[in-house]
């Protein structure tokens, strides 16, 4: 369903991907694993049109989105939730959902898309009328991935989902993910530093270091890995 080849990319002169290459097939979690510095984020950017590649293709549904702007992207039905969940803080909670649901795709079914983020996120319903900047960074989240749902997403991407979270919401969080795949059939790509709770909800993983991917494979042979343990479990 959504497909990176070799991708290079380089702030000015300084190139941080060199070939990155992964896959998400439809209906899957799949894990982009990595330490800080490690180049995730640019490759959900560079996924989404905020930043153009020196050299490699995107694909998604089999459409070319290398040279796409971002809102097409979007409108294709891709999505993503930003690092630090991204919330408009003097806007309220209902105007932050109403903005996701500006694609065209996704304007026709507002209003029922908005029943539902409300029945998956009732604390939303309770404070619709707040501001989002006075909620805590659980109920930021919250926002932030409804917003994504506003917009009928098909693919969601999720940039480093835990950040800032006490561990009951990560939990609450990554159930949520996993959730939205298994029972609602929506394909997802997390990245994450953690990698025990990516890995206890994902299909598949890869570990990005440096720029590079330097390991992937399924959840199970990943969480076996020596190496992996050692540089990311702590074992």
Known sequence: ??????????????????????????????????????????????????????????????????????????????????????????????????????????????????????ELFPRLHERQSQRAGTLSGGERQMVAIGRALMAKPDMLMLDEPSLGLAPLIVQNTFKLIERLCREEGLTVLVVEQNVNIALGIADYGYILENGAIVGEGTTDNLLADQRIQEAYLGI
């Open 1 to 118: 369903m959504f497909i990176i080849e070799n991708l290079h990319v380089s702030y000015g002169e300084l190139q941080v991907l060199w070939g990155v290459s992964l896959k998400v097939p439809q209906g899957s979690i799949v894990a982009l694993l990595g330490s800080n510095g490690a180049g995730k984020t640019t490759t959900l950017k560079t996924a989404m049109g905020m930043m153009k590649p020196t050299q490699g293709r995107i694909s998604f549904r089999d459409q070319d989105l290398t040279l796409i702007p971002t809102h097409k992207i979007v409108n294709s039905g891709l999505f993503l939730v930003p690092e630090w969940r991204g919330t408009f803080a003097t806007l309220s909670v209902l105007e932050n959902l109403e903005l996701g649901a500006f694609p065209l795709r996704a304007r026709p079914f507002k209003d029922k898309t908005l029943e539902h983020v409300f």
